[in-house]
């Protein structure tokens, strides 16, 4: 049984994020992710304009005036939505938690596909396979996936990407767009991405907190890891713990940043104290121009 927060939750989610698709989104997302090819739709006759290439001479001989063939675009695509709903999603500095503003994004991205008559599938993921929804298309699914969100009671603490990245090779036999949503605190998922991103088109959502980027002068604080349950003491006031800290995160966004780039994996930097339609509209418009 739902509880009425949990339905309360899923309206506003869905009024917010349908409003921002139709406003926003939805000329973008058609504009980015083209259809995988041509197909054939019908023959019809020729008219002042058509591209001489196009007549159907069979056709057109049978018939004794020129026809030509009409090709729609192949719209069809399956959008998987890889969400990292590990412990450490459960920090939010500013306005919302990281795994809140994971939600909303999915939701944005799920409604933006479905309104383009997409298909869109969820692997939720921690250090294990939390829970797979297969693709499927419709207003109900979409519902259905930021339910399993919002509800999610994660067997696992910790983040395996690879085990996702692993996971979705074997159930998506064709080629998808798939959004990796996460912090991507963890080690290890190159080798996983390379191949994945052979197979499909892979997209990195790394949702920041600001201070996860940088250290408030605050004196002695504990720092735990959600994950490993390991703390540890700071004295933010010492001026060189927090140069170190700063110089830590900033070397792992660069490492981070150059093996999406060695893949060619774009990837879109979500920060929890900031709008997180901006970045997202403005990697729809870069790709766009790119391709």
């Known amino acids: 049984m739902i509880s009425k927060d949990i339905l309360k939750k899923i309206q506003q989610i869905e009024i917010h994020t349908r409003r921002l698709v139709n406003e926003s989104f939805i000329g973008e997302y058609h504009s980015v992710f083209k259809g995988r090819g041509m197909e054939f739709d019908e023959v019809r006759e020729y008219q002042p304009g058509d591209e001489i290439r196009t007549i159907d001479w069979n056709v057109t001989a049978r018939m004794g005036r020129p026809f030509v063939k009409r090709y729609v675009e192949e719209r069809e695509l399956t959008v998987m939505l890889l969400a990292d709903v590990s412990a450490s999603g459960n920090f939010g500095s500013i306005k919302q938690l990281k795994n809140e503003v994971a939600v909303d994004i999915c939701a944005l991205l799920a409604f933006s596909a479905i309104k383009n008559n997409d298909k869109v599938g969820m692997i939720m993921f921690t250090d294990r396979i939390e829970k797979f929804i297969p693709p499927k298309k419709g207003t109900k699914h979409v519902l259905r996936v930021i339910r399993e969100l919002l509800c999610s009671e994660p067997a696992g603490k910790g983040t395996n990407i690879s085990v996702a990245l692993e996971y979705m090779n074997k159930v998506s036999s064709r080629r ?34 600001p201070r996860e980027q940088e250290l408030p002068k605050v004196g002695f604080i504990e720092l735990k890891d959600a994950e490993s349950g390991e703390i540890l003491l700071i004295d933010t006031a010492n001026p060189l713990a927090r140069k170190e800290f700063g110089v830590l995160t900033a070397r792992q966004k660069q490492e981070r940043s150059r093996l999406f780039r060695s893949m060619g994996v774009d990837e879109i930097v979500i920060n929890t104290g900031r709008n997180y339609v901006e970045p997202v509209v403005r990697f729809f ?5 790119r391709y």
């Open 176 to 209: 998808a767009i798939s959004f990796i949503v996460s912090d991507f605190i963890a080690d290890n998922y190159a080798h996983a991405l390379r191949i994945a991103n052979k197979k499909h088109d892979v997209i990195a959502i790394t949702i920041i907190d």
């Open 285 to 289: 418009r870069i790709r766009e121009k």
